[in-house]
């Protein structure tokens, strides 16, 4: 199992609060989002990871080091994650983990994610109602729609943006990101992509709805992060940890980063 972070893009609505830093590298009392990204991946036994970086790449490496493998996207400022999924098709060989790199999601999420086989997106039920959501909807558990323009009244939930995908289903994948590309161009998201692939190969919805999770676009999303999810992933580490029938060193060393707030 593989995984990738898309972490290209500059996040200017959070510039004031960020004071230009990327978003991968907001501070969660003095834990950077990347790194419990990389932790939690790694508690799941999920230690070959590549990372997308564009803006302010040197930044984000000198905090990660060689935990990962790189790739940049030097046309970041002009492309979005369609693009940057691209530039990671010749990296990809096993099934893996797609997600943005400012989600901040517990543990018990990407769980979830890996126990449901095939390819699974996690959406949240309880959300999806507004304009900036990537909205999904589904038929019979099936992944029908995703898109931020989806009518609020059809939309199920919204995408955390972290997915699933096989190992059959990565040349299908890259073959829709390309056709994505050649006709909306590479200023698009990434589930332009995903929209097309579930036309032809089954994506299943896990609903993690009443989970700790937050996608962090704007100031007030950090804010809610840094007061109200980061606090509640903390609380439940520990259990979440003693629930596992074996521990990993890296489930152990998760439980261990987030104890420094805890």
């Known amino acids: 199992m593989q995984g990738i972070i898309l972490a290209a893009g500059c996040g200017s609505r959070l510039a004031s609060v960020l004071q230009g830093k990327p978003k991968c590298l907001a501070q969660l009392e003095g834990v950077s989002l990347i790194e419990y990204q990389l932790a939690v991946l790694r508690s799941f036994g ?91 909807a589904f038929n019979k558990g099936k992944l029908h729609q995703i898109s931020k323009t989806l009518d609020i009244k059809k939309a199920q939930g919204e995408s955390l943006g972290l997915l699933k995908f096989t190992e059959r289903a990565i040349k299908s994948l890259f073959k829709e990101v390309e056709a994505s590309l050649a006709v909306g161009g590479a200023n698009q998201w990434a589930p332009a992509a995903i929209q097309r692939l579930a036309r032809k190969r089954t994506i299943a919805g896990i609903d993690v709805a009443g989970l700790p999770w937050v996608e962090i676009d704007f100031p007030q999303d950090l804010q809610y992060a840094c007061n109200k999810v980061w606090p509640a992933i903390c609380k439940t580490l520990p259990s979440w940890q003693r629930k596992q029938k074996a521990a990993s060193p890296a489930a152990k060393q998760l439980v261990k980063l987030g104890s420094r707030v805890a």
């Not at 080091?65 to 530039?87: F, M, V």
């Not at 997600?99 to 039920?125: C, F, I, K, W």
């Open 46 to 136: 999920i230690n070959d990871v590549c990372v997308v970086l564009g803006y302010r790449a040197d930044e984000i490496r000198e905090v990660v080091g060689d935990r990962c493998h790189w790739i940049i996207n030097n046309r970041y400022a002009e492309t979005n994650s369609l693009y940057s999924l691209w530039l990671a098709r010749n990296w990809v060989r096993d099934s893996f983990v797609l997600m943005n790199s400012d989600v901040l999601a517990h543990p018990q999420v990407y769980e979830r994610l890996l126990e449901t086989p095939g390819n699974v997106l996690a959406y949240d039920s309880w959300s999806g109602n507004e304009a900036e959501h990537m909205k999904v």
